[in-house]
Nanobody
């Protein structure tokens, strides 16, 4: 599965960004799609995930601020990020998993939140 992220950039604290992840396959057939992030000097962490039926999960630090969604027609995964904080600064990666295609990663997109 080929994944291409876009939408990262520099934003002030309290601002918003929407990340997109274009996929090479029908997203309606992917078991789990997710966004991870990795800040300098830290381990990569799961930010949000969405299942094939649209069920979503979020890490505690982004609940109420981030929304994960997908558009099966456009074959695209999204992450709407509101009320951004400097601690959200990281490289954000798109990820997919299913049992017959395995795990795939995008190249990452940088998000920088200034205070």
């Amino acid at each position: 599965v080929r994944l291409v992220e876009s939408g990262g950039g520099l934003v002030q604290s309290g601002g918003s960004l929407r990340l997109s992840c274009a996929t090479s396959v029908n997203t309606a057939t992917i078991s789990v799609m997710a966004w991870y992030r990795q800040a300098p000097g830290k381990q990569r962490e799961l930010v949000a995930s969405i299942g094939i039926a649209g069920n979503t999960r979020y890490t505690d630090s982004v609940k109420g601020r981030f929304t994960i969604s997908k558009d099966n027609f456009k074959r695209t995964l999204y992450l709407q990020m509101n009320s951004l904080k400097p601690d959200d600064t990281a490289v954000y990666y798109c990820n997919t998993y299913d049992t017959w295609r395995g795990t795939s990663w995008g190249q990452g997109t940088q998000v920088t939140v200034s205070s």
